[in-house]
Structures are given as structure tokens and as C-alpha cells.
């Protein structure tokens, strides 16, 4: 099925650890985006690309950093994990002015 | 600076007591609002967009409507599968794209 799909779905990380997660979509949308999602908080932009080869900060975009070498696919990296950094990340995608499709999103717990 | 108010935080209903819930915003210029439902564990899916004051979507039994400082989603009659997170967010003149959501409402609806 076309859609968003994001991995790993789970990730224990110690503080000071680093790790990738990777958001892949297969509908040829220009627009990606990385967001945090917190209870209370609603989802916070990290960052996104605007297309190929770009990318953008969002609201949250401290100790984070991403990076989209190709138009399927938008990285998201954790160069030193912080406990702070435990969250719900979701990527999406989006053509133009449409709405986004989420992927499912990656629990993420830094102890 | 843009903000979105989502009102209440939680919903508790009885299957068939229709209700509504609010979506304020403050924004520069708004170029469309969004409503989406989110399932515990999953990413948000999205629901309708509305563009201009006066415009109404319906899908089953949700309706949402937009004036020039709030949106409404209505729901008629709800059914325990309605239960989810239902979430706002908008995109505005200069954001490139970008969603600002609220913080959600959590609607639980018991038989």
C-alpha cells in the first residue's frame, strides 16, 4: 500500500547515544516533515524539506538533524541523546497545499 | 505569533449523544485548517480541510465547519468506534507548507 513508513517502531537509547531514524514514502510528495508528539504538547515540527536535497528547522529543531538526499526518503538523527528527546516521533509527507499522510511514528525512550 | 486552541481536552459521551468539539486559532493569514483522527499507537489520519469562512465537510457522522476565528467538528450520533484523538492544526500564509496543530481532544464514547 502507498503510503509513509518509518523505522525502527521502537528504540531504547542511552544518554549520549546517537541513531537514525528513517521516514521512506512512495507517492512522489515533495514536502516532508518530522514531528514530536508529547503528551499535552500536540506535535512539534523538528524540521522538514521542501524538496530533494533541502531542508529547513521547524519549532523544536535543537539536537536534531536531518537530511534528504533523496526525494523518497528523510532522515532524522540523533547525534547525543538526551533523556529530554523521549517522545513519539511521526514523519509525513505532502504535496503542495494537501493534507499530510503520517507514517505510524517511532517510540522513542533515551534513559 | 500563530496559535491553535483546541477545547475540551477530553470528551466522555454516551453512544448516540451528539456533541462538538471547538478549534480556535490566531494566525496571520490562514490558508487552510485541518482536522485529523488519531488512534492510539498510530499516526493521525486525515479527516477534511476547510478553506474559507462559511465552508462545512462532512464524512459519516462528523461534521466540521469553519468561521473566520474558529472550527467546529461535530459529531451526530457517535458509535464506539469514534472514539479517538481528534486533532486541529492549520497551515497559514507564509509557512511554506507547515501544519500547527492544537493539542487534540480525546474523544471517548461508551455503549
Known amino acids: 500500500n502507498a503510503g509513509v513508513t518509518q523505522t525502527p517502531k521502537f528504540r531504547v537509547l542511552k544518554t549520549g547515544q546517537s541513531m537514525t531514524l528513517l521516514c521512506a514514502q512512495d507517492?512522489?510528495?515533495?514536502?516532508m516533515y518530522w514531528y514530536r508528539q508529547d503528551p499535552g504538547m500536540g506535535l512539534r515540527l523538528i524540521h522538514y524539506?521542501?524538496?530533494?536535497?533541502?531542508?529547513a528547522k521547524g519549532e523544536v529543531p535543537d539536537g536534531y538533524n536531518v537530511s534528504r538526499l533523496k526525494k523518497q526518503n528523510f532522515l532524522l538523527g540523533l547525534e547525543s541523546a538526551a533523556p529530554s528527546q523521549t517522545s513519539v516521533y511521526f514523519c509525513?509527507?505532502?504535496?503542495?497545499?494537501?493534507?499530510?499522510?503520517f507514517g505510524s511514528g517511532t517510540r522513542l525512550t533515551v534513559v | 505569533e500563530d496559535q491553535v486552541t483546541q477545547s475540551p481536552e477530553a470528551l466522555r459521551l454516551q453512544e448516540g449523544e451528539s456533541s462538538s468539539l471547538n478549534c480556535s486559532y490566531t494566525v496571520s493569514g490562514l490558508r487552510g485548517l485541518f482536522w485529523y483522527r488519531q488512534d492510539p499507537g498510530k499516526g493521525p489520519e486525515f479527516l477534511f480541510t476547510?478553506?474559507?469562512a462559511g465552508e462545512e465537510k462532512e464524512k459519516e457522522r462528523l461534521k466540521a465547519t469553519l468561521t473566520k476565528k474558529e472550527s467546529f467538528l461535530h459529531i451526530t450520533a457517535p458509535k464506539p468506534e469514534d472514539s479517538a484523538t481528534y486533532l486541529c492544526a492549520v497551515r497559514t500564509t507564509d509557512s511554506w507548507g507547515k501544519l500547527q496543530f492544537g493539542a487534540g481532544t480525546q474523544v471517548v464514547v461508551t455503549p
Open positions: 509525513a509527507s505532502s504535496y503542495s497545499t494537501k493534507g499530510y499522510t
Open positions: 476547510l478553506y474559507s
Open positions: 524539506s521542501v524538496g530533494e536535497g533541502t531542508t
Open positions: 507517492m512522489n510528495h515533495e514536502y
